[in-house]
């Protein structure tokens, strides 16, 4: 059974803070790893996907993989009132974005 | 990245009963997905289906109660059948375009 663990948090920060959101899975063959965010009400939308060790920055975003540690995170920088949402933590068994598990989700809220 | 409509946007349905949600993708993909989304929760594959093939459902899915057609490379139907109020959720289809995932808005189901 291949699972995904995320803080349900709900998480606050304040406007500007760094945002951190942890995830891990439990299936040592994952190979690709996404961060989707999701307003209430609305359809998860794709952040970023990372597949090897290490950081990958896109903007604001910052992802984190270490698969010794079966662990994936995304850093929120200069959080804004529009980043409060729910971010899921999906993995992949391949490389290919297809037959994703997803975690439970993480709200997280900005605060002015 | 792809634009995916999905209709009906939203049903109450009257328990018994059967709905067929149908997915649109504004080009030719390869893979769609069907996904739940129970209130409060995250997402759970249900089936993966591929054009000229039987779709592929995970465990606890079967395929008398979620028949899917996948007719053409731009259309999927799910179909939610002798419906329950356990049944009462949001259904999402998902497109594979490179090596990321898209969701459509979702059909927002509710079973009396």
């Known amino acids: 059974q291949k699972e995904v663990e995320q803080n349900s948090g709900p998480l606050s920060v304040p406007e500007g803070a760094i945002a951190s959101l942890n995830c891990t899975y439990s299936?040592?063959?994952?190979?690709?790893f996404f961060w989707y965010r999701q307003y209430s009400g609305k359809s998860p939308e794709l952040i970023m996907f990372i597949y090897s060790n290490g950081d990958k920055e896109d903007g604001r975003f910052t992802a984190q993989l270490n698969k010794a540690s079966q662990y994936v995170s995304l850093l929120i920088r200069d959080s804004q009132p529009s980043d409060s949402a729910t971010y899921l933590c999906?993995?992949?068994?391949?490389?290919?974005?297809?037959?994703?598990?997803f975690g439970s989700g993480t709200q997280l809220t900005v605060l002015p | 990245s792809a634009v995916i409509s999905q209709k009906p946007s939203r049903d109450i349905c009257q328990r018994g009963t059967s709905l067929t949600i149908q997915c649109q993708v504004d080009s030719q993909v390869t893979m769609m997905f069907w996904y739940r989304q129970q209130p409060g929760q995250s997402l759970t594959l249900i089936a993966t289906?591929?054009?000229?093939?039987?779709?592929?459902?995970e465990s606890g899915f079967v395929i008398d109660k979620f028949p899917i057609s996948r007719p053409n490379l731009t259309f999927s139907t799910l179909t939610v059948s002798n419906m329950s109020p356990e049944d009462s959720s949001i259904y999402l289809c998902s497109v594979e375009v490179g090596n990321e995932q898209f969701f459509g808005p979702g059909t927002r189901l509710t079973v009396l």
């Open positions: 999906a993995v992949g068994f391949s490389e290919a974005a297809r037959q994703l598990t």
């Open positions: 299936d040592r063959g994952s190979q690709s």
């Open positions: 289906a591929n054009q000229g093939s039987e779709a592929t459902y």
